[in-house]
């Protein structure tokens, strides 16, 4: 009964997930010729919920935006994507720094024999709903960025395999635009990125890559060495 949970859980998930890339999917094609409606239609979505971080990470990257992906208004999408996502586990982060300094700052005063009024202290519950959910926006933001890279991977790996396949120079003006993209996300969102560096050099940037992909991770690595 718990794995067949856990499978519905994970299919109902799975289909969201393609409900929301669907429905940006359909706002591109209604204002793909106005790009400062599409910026700020997405920030919406986002900032009510509608959408996630990874479903506009998954959209950007997807198909229906080959024709725009080296836009600027895309990017402009992404990076605050990313920037939004930090905003609220940052937020989550010290809702429960707070919430745990009020109750070391009662324990304080107990200690002293001073009267602590509840009403200002968040119980034990409420602390672990504050956590739970701090762990949740961890695990997405962590997600979101294990997206971001793996679709990187997957649009460079596609074009270098093309280009090998055909005897042409992969080292195009796309490709290079590319690659300051994928560079552009690691230097701009380092503090966050190095967060899951572990992460993402067991799971992503692997010595299966190609090396041209491999180098810019290990470059971005080499910062902190």
């Not at 289909?15 to 940006?24: E, Y």
């Not at 209604?30 to 959408?51: A, C, F, I, P, S």
Request: hydrophobic content about 45%; some cysteine; overall charge negative.
């Amino acid at each position: 009964k718990v794995c067949l949970s856990k499978v519905l859980y994970e299919t109902w998930k799975n289909n969201q997930q393609v409900t929301k890339v669907c429905l940006l999917k359909v706002l591109y094609e209604t204002w793909k010729n106005n790009q400062q409606m599409m910026v700020l239609l997405v920030d919406k979505l986002l900032r009510t919920e509608v959408v996630d971080c990874s479903s506009v990470a998954n959209w950007l990257f997807s198909f229906e935006m080959q024709h725009d992906f080296t836009s600027f208004y895309v990017w402009e999408i992404m990076h605050s994507t990313i920037k939004k996502m930090s905003r609220h586990v940052d937020q989550l982060q010290q809702e429960v720094d707070s919430a745990h300094d009020l109750m070391e700052a009662a324990k304080r005063k107990e200690a002293d024999g001073l009267d602590v009024v509840d009403e200002d202290v968040p119980s034990d519950e409420a602390v672990e709903r504050m956590e739970e959910k701090l762990e949740a926006a961890t695990s997405a933001q962590k997600n979101l960025f294990l997206v971001i890279f793996q679709r990187f991977i997957i649009v460079l790996t596609e074009h270098l395999a093309r280009c090998e396949s055909a005897g042409m120079d992969y080292n195009t003006p796309w490709y290079k635009w590319v690659i300051e993209r994928l560079q552009q996300v690691f230097l701009l969102h380092h503090e966050l990125v190095f967060r899951y560096i572990n992460t993402l050099e067991q799971l992503l940037f692997t010595s299966d890559i190609d090396i041209h992909i491999l180098e810019v991770f290990q470059q971005f690595c080499a910062l902190r060495s």
